[in-house]
């Protein structure tokens, strides 16, 4: 008898906030707080029904608008503040656009993130087909900055390119400024192992469709939910970004492996990620964000090994993205890494994405200039820690 797949967690629950919030260009603590406890109420409603939620969060609009050091902060103080009074526990300040970086100095943006460690930011680097290098340039600068103060911070920055609003999962996550929804992620690694485990697919088409059907029996139950209750508040629901997230007891890597029957580093992974990420596109409920394979290499143990053993490196991780939605998420990098090697990183990054106007995203994480130069030495729970590969 076949074993029923487990029901996966939800990792993000985000109410994506409206422009009106932000009249005046700073952030109407009320109207924060009463869009909290619309979002916390959802996911209260999620919990009943029997399904983990992990993280309720707010998201705000992209800034498009030229803005300084002290409009940014002053926004980023408010919107924590209606957070705080509404009981969630982190937001999104949005996506700044290279228009609204020509005022800011990438120190300015890492004040915020330094200041405010339940907020999330990114820095858009290509869009319509366009890498905008300056917006790279900012990029790395606010990465090196963020290293030498906070390092941890890094986990909470990113260069994004061509990825759309309203995608629920952090950083990145950016509304769209119009009638406020909500939109979900699931950390559905584990139901895909357990069910690959058990169904063993013969072959690439067989994981593709595995994948699907696997993602589709964890998601139409929480659509047949989630629609009554943002209806209930009057919320759209924007949809779900099916991409498969991780935990430390579920790789999806290890996934990938599986179907694949091939390593990390072997030829026919990217074939393996081709196919599944045919499945997850394939899912047929309403979709937003990344809608594809995310490998973060720090967050998986299959990939950390991988990495440290020197299967899997930046250029091999740009190659699976360039079939899936992967770029470069949670890499490792040494304090001795060079100023042009991080921002040629996310350049690869945005213009991968601008050749095939996907969504990609960089979540560098480097070390401070005083860390050990042999082994990460990250405290945040969701990182595996590992010890950097001999240098090429």
């Known amino acids: 008898m076949t074993q029923p797949t487990p029901t996966s967690p939800v990792r993000a629950v985000t109410l994506c906030l409206p422009d009106e919030v932000f009249r005046g260009g700073q952030a109407d603590t009320d ?10 109420d959802i996911g209260e409603r999620l919990t009943a029904a029997g399904y983990e939620v992990q993280t309720v969060r707010l998201s705000s609009p992209a800034l498009d608008r030229p803005l300084d050091a002290g409009q940014l902060s002053a926004r980023a103080a408010e919107l ?124 690439l088409t067989a994981a593709s469709e595995l994948t699907r059907d696997c993602l589709y029996d964890q998601l139409a139950p ?29 790789s999806i890597g290890e996934f990938l492996e599986t179907v694949g029957g091939v390593r990390f580093g072997a030829p026919g992974l990217v074939a393996a990620c081709a196919a599944v ?4 596109r394939s899912v047929g409920l309403p979709t937003v964000g990344y809608a594809g394979l995310m490998l973060p290499v720090l967050e998986d143990r299959v990939l950390a090994h991988a990495w440290q053993q020197g299967r899997l490196d930046a250029d091999s991780v740009l190659a ?19 100023e042009h090697e991080v921002d040629a990183l996310i350049a690869d990054m945005a213009a ?41």
């Open 80 to 203: 924590v503040e209606g957070c705080r009074c509404s009981g969630v526990g982190s937001a999104s300040l949005g996506a700044l656009r290279p228009s609204a970086l020509t005022e800011l100095k990438p120190t300015e943006v890492a004040d915020v993130l330094v200041a405010h460690r339940s907020l999330f930011l990114a820095v858009v680097v290509a869009d319509d087909g366009e890498v905008d290098h300056s917006a790279v340039a900012f990029s790395g600068a606010v990465i090196r900055e963020l290293a030498s103060r906070d390092a941890e911070a890094n986990f909470r920055f990113a260069a994004v390119a061509h990825l759309g609003p309203n995608a629920p999962l952090f950083p990145g996550s950016y509304s769209d400024g119009l009638r406020a929804g909500v939109s979900v992620g699931l950390q559905s690694a584990g139901p895909l192992l357990a069910r690959a485990r058990t169904a063993a697919p013969r072959d």
């Open 222 to 250: 929480l659509d047949g939910l989630l629609r009554p209750a943002c209806e209930r508040h009057g919320l759209l629901f924007h949809g779900f970004d099916p991409s498969p997230a991780c935990a430390p007891d579920a």
């Open 277 to 280: 990420t045919a499945g997850i």
């Open 31 to 40: 109207a924060v707080r009463r869009h909290g406890e619309q979002a916390l």
């Open 352 to 392: 991968l994405s601008a050749r095939w106007t996907k969504p990609l995203s960089a979540r560098l994480m480097l070390a401070p200039p005083t860390a050990d130069p042999h082994r990460t030495e990250f405290r945040a729970e969701q990182i595996i820690n590992i010890a950097y590969p001999p240098a090429r």
């Open 320 to 338: 699976y993205s360039s079939v899936c939605g992967a770029g470069l998420d949670t890499v490792p990098l040494p304090a001795s890494t060079s």
